[in-house]
T-cell receptor, first 114, second 116 residues
């Protein structure tokens, strides 16, 4: 049973470019959560999605960041016009039912901005 | 506003010793307290979790102690091994109906090094 799959594992972008991070939840899980981890910090909640719905995006920066979880395919976290401060590890987690714990995490995407 | 405070930031223990990591929370609505273990380059993996209706939970060498009145909980690793060397995060969320039961609020982490 495959776990949460995230790709790419590492992503390098120049300032002003777009970054797309993908997350495929565990089989049977239809709820996805994105977290951001800055160096020397714990993970911080960004957004919670179900298939085709954004349930809570209260942790997302108001500009440049968006997320989706289409009916088919992985969840996508999109960062437009990246800046140096976007450099972080982005983790996706999934659960089978709404709000159910525990959340199972992927191995993250390390985003570096040049 | 940091809702979950974790200490120490780093910890060095000898093989066979006891590792103790502490967390304190502010939001009295929290009712689910997991600990996650994270190795370099990997995602957090659930280690053990506790609900506030019990004061202690043990799984193998790992024990959570919970003090509801003090709003504190701690992780004890007995007979610590070099393979336990990792970063440990405490977290909290609200799982009862009506709460934000999907948001995990994490502490800043403790880097544990177990020397052979």
């Amino acid at each position: 049973n495959a776990g949460v799959m995230q790709n790419p594992r590492h992503l390098v972008r120049r300032r002003g470019q777009e970054a797309r991070l993908r997350c495929s939840p565990m089989k049977g899980h239809s709820h996805v959560y994105w977290y951001r981890q800055l160096p020397e910090e714990g993970l911080k909640f960004m957004v919670y999605l179900q298939k085709e719905n954004i349930i809570d995006e209260s942790g997302m920066p108001k500009e440049r960041f968006s997320a989706e979880f289409p009916k088919e395919g992985p969840s996508i976290l999109r960062i437009q016009q990246v800046v140096r401060g976007d450099s972080a590890a982005y983790f996706c987690a999934s659960s089978p039912l709404a709000g159910e714990q525990p959340q199972h995490f992927g191995d993250g995407t390390r985003l570096s901005i040049l | 506003q940091q809702q979950v405070k974790q200490s120490p930031q780093s910890l060095i223990v000898q093989k066979g010793g006891i590792s103790i990591i502490n967390c304190a929370y502010e939001n009295t609505a929290f009712d689910y307290f997991p600990w996650y273990q994270q190795f370099p380059g990997k995602g957090p993996a659930l280690l053990i979790a506790i609900r506030p209706d019990v004061s202690e939970k043990k799984e193998g060498r790992f024990t959570i102690s919970f003090n509801k009145s003090a709003k504190q909980f701690s992780l004890h690793i007995m007979d610590s091994q070099p393979g336990d060397s990792a970063t440990y995060f405490c977290a909290a969320s609200i799982v009862t109906s009506g709460g934000s039961n999907y948001k995990l609020t994490f502490g800043k982490g403790t880097l544990l090094t177990v020397n052979p």
